[in-house]
């Protein structure tokens, strides 16, 4: 079994020399930054890190992890009836309570998220005793690779120790949440699948920055009605900056040597920034699967559609991401004579919870058709059972009225 003091002997390191060992097929960003490269055709450096600078890319990734994170994670026991009950499994300490004695499970499944958000893969080591998962630690996504063995089939997952060799990890005690990818078994970064898209989004923001640093202004031209030497007009240039540049814009300008100043007005690009602006956040958008009006673009949300798209954010977005979870959890947590007894299922009903109008009528209805108890919808609203209320029964019907055969 892979040791866990060696394997986390020093992680720091260990990233350090994965990633001295990368080609230059495959440069890390400070490099591209030192020879002026551009690794995308905007000219914009796109990494995990540099993408989460980008205000589109952020809101999209937290608003997948945070919510994922904020569901309660829960145990069940499967009866031979099909019924499921709550469990106090060793398990559901560590996937509704705390993942390890520094992390609570939510922080640590939303951490996992982002990771594969941003990195394509989430890896965390599960730290067995006599056997039984007693602990869950994330590992740096960049220290950790996977590989398909070509005679099994099963994937391969290594990781680089402070000497910079990769070292070997039991599959079964690696926790591996991927993204979406064309081999299925690694998971590919939607950040370096999708780099030209958040680029753009990236030098509009920077576009912007430098236009309000300008105090929201075009360039503008100095006439003079004679040629000026080299020093005089750097001198006048530096002046002009100085006095009306930046947080100075919009005072009184003072010109010598006959001067005058020309603004120039803003070309149709710059006028169609807004609209150009709100299609970058729609194109991330569509990277995540995230309906635009949650990171507030809400330029086709109404108070009429805007409960239906948070709907099918839980479809369409997060369904995915709490599949890949709860098959991963059960498939490493359980041992193989478990899996048919227990299972690990997000509680989605937080979500999912309308106005009490709403919920009132459909406990009513489902009460009537004794699908629930009164007893099991007080439960769900968190009120005490009452005596008599455990009975299935339609509360319309009369208790005297005739039976129909």
Same mark, same amino acid.
């Given at each position: 079994?892979?040791?866990?003091?060696?394997?986390?002997r020093?992680q720091?390191t260990?990233?350090?020399?994965?990633?001295e060992?990368?080609?230059?097929?495959?440069?890390?960003?400070?490099?591209?930054?030192?020879?002026?490269?551009?690794?995308t055709?905007?000219g914009a450096?796109?990494?995990?890190t540099?993408?989460?600078?980008?205000?589109?890319?952020?809101?999209c990734?937290e608003?997948i992890?945070e919510?994922?994170?904020s569901?309660?994670?829960d145990t069940?026991?499967?009866s031979?009836?099909?019924?499921?009950?709550e469990?106090?499994?060793?398990v559901?300490?560590?996937?509704?309570?705390?993942?390890n004695?520094?992390?609570?499970?939510?922080l640590f499944i939303e951490?996992?998220t982002?990771d594969?958000l941003?990195?394509?893969?989430g890896?965390?080591?599960?730290?067995?005793?006599?056997?039984?998962?007693?602990e869950l630690?994330?590992l740096?996504?960049?220290?950790?690779?996977?590989?398909l063995d070509p005679?099994t089939?099963?994937p391969v997952?290594?990781?680089?120790?402070?000497?910079?060799?990769a070292r070997?990890i039991?599959?079964?005690n690696i926790l591996?949440?991927?993204a979406p990818?064309?081999?299925?078994?690694?998971?590919q970064s939607?950040?370096?699948a999708?780099?030209?898209?958040?680029?753009?989004?990236?030098?509009m923001?920077?576009?912007?920055?430098?236009?309000f640093?300008?105090?929201?202004?075009?360039?503008?031209l100095?006439?003079?009605p004679?040629?000026?030497?080299?020093?005089?007009?750097k001198?006048?240039?530096?002046?002009?900056?100085?006095?009306?540049a930046?947080e100075?814009?919009?005072g009184?300008?003072?010109?010598? &040597?006959?001067?005058d100043?020309?603004?120039?007005? $803003? +070309?149709?690009?710059?006028?169609q920034?807004?609209? *150009?602006? @709100?299609? /970058?956040v729609i194109?991330?958008?569509?990277?995540?699967?995230?309906?635009?009006?949650?990171i507030?673009?809400?330029g086709r949300?109404t108070?009429g559609?805007?409960a239906e798209?948070?709907?099918?954010?839980?479809?369409?977005?997060?369904s995915?991401w709490?599949?890949?979870?709860?098959?991963?959890l059960r498939?490493?947590?359980?041992?193989p &004579?478990e899996?048919?007894?227990?299972?690990?299922? $997000? +509680?989605?009903d937080?979500?999912?919870?309308?106005d *009490?109008? @709403?919920r /009132?009528?459909a406990?009513?209805?489902?009460i009537?058709?004794?699908?629930?108890?009164?007893?099991e919808?007080?439960?769900?609203?968190?009120?005490?059972p009452?005596?008599g209320?455990?009975?299935?029964?339609?509360?319309?019907v009369?208790?005297?009225?005739?039976?129909?055969a």
């Amino acid at each position: 079994m892979f040791g866990l003091s060696h394997l986390f002997r020093s992680q720091k390191t260990a990233v350090i020399a994965a990633e001295e060992t990368r080609s230059l097929a495959d440069p890390e960003s400070w490099l591209l930054d030192i020879f002026g490269a551009t690794p995308t055709a905007s000219g914009a450096t796109v990494n995990p890190t540099t993408a989460m600078r980008c205000t589109p890319v952020r809101a999209c990734v937290e608003a997948i992890c945070e919510a994922l994170g904020s569901l309660p994670a829960d145990t069940y026991e499967i009866s031979a009836s099909g019924a499921r009950n709550e469990s106090s499994h060793p398990v559901a300490a560590l996937v509704g309570g705390y993942a390890n004695e520094w992390t609570s499970s939510s922080l640590f499944i939303e951490q996992l998220t982002r990771d594969a958000l941003l990195w394509g893969n989430g890896f965390a080591f599960i730290n067995r005793v006599t056997g039984k998962p007693r602990e869950l630690i994330r590992l740096t996504p960049s220290a950790v690779t996977v590989k398909l063995d070509p005679v099994t089939g099963e994937p391969v997952y290594a990781m680089a120790d402070t000497a910079g060799s990769a070292r070997p990890i039991v599959r079964q005690n690696i926790l591996h949440i991927p993204a979406p990818s064309i081999d299925g078994v690694c998971g590919q970064s939607p950040v370096t699948a999708c780099k030209e898209a958040i680029g753009i989004a990236m030098t509009m923001e920077a576009h912007a920055a430098r236009l309000f640093g300008r105090g929201a202004r075009p360039s503008g031209l100095l006439k003079f009605p004679r040629k000026l030497g080299d020093s005089t007009a750097k001198k006048i240039a530096a002046s002009w900056k100085a006095a009306n540049a930046g947080e100075n814009s919009g005072g009184t300008a003072v010109l010598e &040597e006959g001067g005058d100043f020309q603004p120039l007005a $803003f +070309n149709s690009v710059d006028s169609q920034f807004e609209q *150009l602006w @709100a299609r /970058a956040v729609i194109a991330i958008s569509q990277i995540y699967r995230v309906p635009p009006h949650l990171i507030f673009e809400l330029g086709r949300a109404t108070w009429g559609n805007a409960a239906e798209m948070g709907a099918s954010f839980l479809r369409f977005t997060l369904s995915r991401w709490m599949k890949i979870w709860e098959d991963e959890l059960r498939l490493k947590l359980f041992s193989p &004579e478990e899996r048919d007894r227990y299972c690990i299922e $997000f +509680n989605t009903d937080e979500l999912l919870r309308a106005d *009490l109008a @709403a919920r /009132a009528d459909a406990y009513q209805k489902l009460i009537s058709s004794r699908v629930l108890s009164p007893n099991e919808a007080r439960t769900l609203e968190g009120y005490a059972p009452y005596t008599g209320g455990d009975t299935y029964e339609n509360p319309n019907v009369t208790a005297g009225s005739p039976k129909h055969a």
